[in-house]
């Protein structure tokens, strides 16, 4: 046999043997070994451990945990905060580690699919999503999409405003909840610090700074949804609350208006 062909056979083998080696020590750590915990990215888990000792044998220094590259499965996305109750007021943001791929998300319970609404920024706040289910998928081209991720968010209510109690357990004796606070932004809108609503300042026909002017507009379903759309107070997008939004702006330690005068004056 040729000293050439010896060469090619001896570099033959050795590759062989590594391939035997690496498929080798694959099918012990992920089929011989008990798997405690099974987050490739949870440090903490025996596939976590497992599945780094495989890409130092690849030489891989890639920031993704775990094998999802090489099995071509986009990772997972996750949310940022996690989902749950939460007690500050944060938007949502959603990424995934497979650089290069797009999240899609849903927010009404549905599973997203690669039609779905594409995750540009960050979401609402944790109060506009609270109690919804949101779901978020990333694809990439050339790999298969990762697993859904779904979360449900919670918040705690608002305070009512209540003082005095009239039953046990009532809001005039619990006094829990988010404490209501205001900033008035200075062009004529006001933003509600518990929940992130921007509000306009004054009703929709008064003037001036104090709402003084001008006489407050009475307009059908119809009219107030075409005002609304039309309106481009402080550079904004504006539209009509939902009934839930405009259950947070009662505060019955007032009467006569039940809200606060000192930002939303002359309603």
């Not at 130092?56 to 996750?78: E, K, N, Q, W």
């Not at 008064?206 to 006489?215: A, F, I, L, N, V």
Request: glycine fraction near 8%; proline fraction near 5%; aromatic fraction near 10%.
């Amino acid at each position: 046999m040729k000293l050439e062909q010896m060469k090619f056979l001896r570099e033959y083998l050795k590759k062989a043997s590594n391939l035997f080696l690496f498929f080798g020590i694959f099918f012990y750590l992920f089929n011989c070994q008990d798997q405690k915990l099974n987050s490739p990215c949870d440090p903490e888990s025996e596939a976590y451990r497992n599945t780094n000792i495989i890409k130092h044998i690849l030489m891989d220094d890639s920031p993704f945990c775990g094998l999802i590259p090489y099995l071509g499965i986009v990772a997972t996305p996750r949310f940022n905060p996690s989902s749950g109750n939460k007690t500050t007021l944060s938007n949502i943001e959603i990424s995934t580690t497979t650089p290069g791929a797009t999240i899609h998300f849903s927010t009404d319970g549905t599973n997203p699919t690669s039609n779905s609404t594409i995750y540009s920024s960050a979401l609402e706040n944790i109060w506009s999503l609270a109690g919804k289910t949101i779901k978020a998928i990333a694809v990439r081209s050339g790999m298969t999409s990762s697993e859904v991720l779904t979360g449900i968010f919670s918040y705690l209510p608002l305070k009512t405003g209540q003082q005095i109690s009239y039953a046990v357990g009532d809001d005039g004796e619990s006094q829990t909840g988010v404490s209501r606070s205001y900033t008035d932004n200075g062009d004529g809108t006001v933003k509600d610090n518990a929940t992130g609503l921007i509000w306009q300042k004054c009703s929709v026909g008064q003037t001036g700074s104090d709402c003084s002017g001008g006489t407050i507009n009475s307009n059908d379903w119809d009219t107030a949804i075409s005002t609304c759309s039309g309106l481009s107070l402080a550079g904004k997008t504006w539209r009509l609350p939902t009934r839930q939004e405009l259950e947070t702006l009662p505060d019955y330690s007032k009467d006569n208006p039940a809200i606060d005068v000192s930002y939303f004056p002359n309603t």
